[in-house]
C-alpha cells in the first residue's frame, strides 16, 4: 500500500505534473490556425523532445519514488532534470526546458519569447515563430492531486518535502497550488530547418 501511495506522489516531481502520463499536449486547431506559418515538422520535433524528456524523467522518479518516497523524488529532480534536459536538446537538435510564473528552481527563468504567454496565464499549446526561422513552442502544465504533495498549501506538506524543498530550493516559489491549476510549462526552441536552403 505504502508503495502505491508513493507511486501516486510521483507526477509532483514529473516535470512538474502534466494533465496525464500518456495525453500528448497536442496542438490544438486554433491554435495552430493562429500560427500558420510555423512548419509541421516544427511542431513534431518539438512535441516529441518534450514527450522523451517527460517519460524519461518520469522513469528515474518512479524509480527514486520506490526506494526512498518523495524526499528522494525532489533530489532526483533536483539533479537529474537539467541533465536530462540537456542530453534530450543534444539528441533532438533543440532546447528544451521549464519554466512557471511561480519558480521552484530559478534557473528555470522563461526565455523572453515566452514571457507574454507566461504573464497571461496561457493554458493552450502554443507554436511561434521566433528570429531566424526557428520556432518556439509551449506546452502547459496542469497539477493533479497528486502532485499537491510538493506544490500544495505549505501547511499541508510534510516536515520532511519541507525540509527537502528548502535545502534544494531556499527561494521556492512553487507552493500553494490546489488540484488543477496551472503549474507551469515546457518550452521547446527549435532551430530553423537548413536543409532545406
Not at 532534470?81 to 528544451?96: G, V
Not at 530559478?106 to 511561434?128: G, L, R, S, Y
Not at 528570429?131 to 496542469?142: C, D, Q, S, V
Request: aromatic share 8%; glycine share 6%.
Amino acid at each position: 500500500m505504502r508503495i502505491a501511495v508513493l507511486l501516486l506522489c510521483l507526477f509532483c516531481f514529473t516535470v512538474g505534473c502534466s494533465k496525464s502520463s500518456n495525453q500528448k499536449n497536442e496542438p490544438t486547431s486554433s491554435t495552430v490556425d493562429q500560427l500558420p506559418t510555423v512548419e509541421l515538422s516544427a511542431q513534431e520535433r518539438a512535441t516529441a523532445a518534450k514527450d522523451e524528456l517527460f517519460q524519461t524523467l518520469s522513469t528515474k522518479l518512479v524509480a527514486a519514488m520506490s526506494s526512498g518516497g518523495p524526499v528522494n523524488a525532489i533530489e532526483v529532480c533536483s539533479k537529474e532534470a537539467p541533465k536530462l534536459a540537456q542530453e534530450i536538446s543534444a539528441r533532438h537538435e533543440l532546447t528544451i526546458g521549464r519554466t512557471s510564473f511561480r519558480l521552484r528552481n530559478p534557473q528555470n527563468a522563461a526565455p523572453e519569447w515566452t514571457q507574454p504567454f507566461v504573464a497571461n496565464h496561457e493554458t493552450d499549446v502554443q507554436f511561434v515563430p521566433l528570429e531566424n526561422g526557428a520556432t518556439g513552442a509551449l506546452f502547459p502544465i496542469h497539477l493533479k492531486p497528486q502532485c499537491l504533495t510538493c506544490h500544495g498549501p505549505k501547511e499541508q506538506l510534510s516536515d520532511d518535502v519541507k525540509q527537502q524543498l528548502a535545502a534544494y530550493y531556499p527561494d521556492d516559489q512553487a507552493t500553494g497550488f490546489q488540484d488543477g491549476d496551472l503549474r507551469g510549462w515546457f518550452w521547446v526552441e527549435v532551430p530553423a530547418d537548413t536543409t532545406k536552403e
